[in-house]
């Protein structure tokens, strides 16, 4: 197994979490969703792209959530390197999965 194909151990895991928490309601709830289907499955190749998505500004994480931008429609020359490594594509495709997916009832 890959070292960047391992599970996030807890404590990373925890970090990751911090670091994810954002200016912008929106982008909050929509990485909450991703958090809640993946975090016990999320590899350390999924946090470095979650990582590097975080490196973006709140309105450029929106843009891509949203679909509403692909990565090299960012203004931004390094934004647009944040956004576009293999590792963040992975991770953004899904959180805009999550995002579309239906809620379902925990009863």
Not at 26 to 52: C, M, P, W, Y
Not at 64 to 76: D, G, K, T, Y
């Amino acid at each position: 197994m890959n070292a960047t194909d391992e599970l996030l151990g807890e404590r990373a895991l925890s970090k990751l979490k911090w670091r994810c928490r954002r200016g912008l309601l929106e982008n909050d709830l929509l990485i909450e969703k991703f958090f809640r289907r993946h975090e016990a499955t999320l590899t350390v190749s999924q946090a470095q792209g979650l990582n590097d998505l975080m490196d973006l500004s709140d309105n450029d994480l929106l843009d891509l959530l949203l679909q509403r931008r692909e990565p090299s429609q960012l203004a931004e020359a390094d934004a647009q390197v944040s956004a576009s490594t293999y590792e963040a594509m992975q991770v953004l495709n899904l959180i805009r999965a999550a995002a579309t997916a239906p809620v379902t009832a925990p009863f």
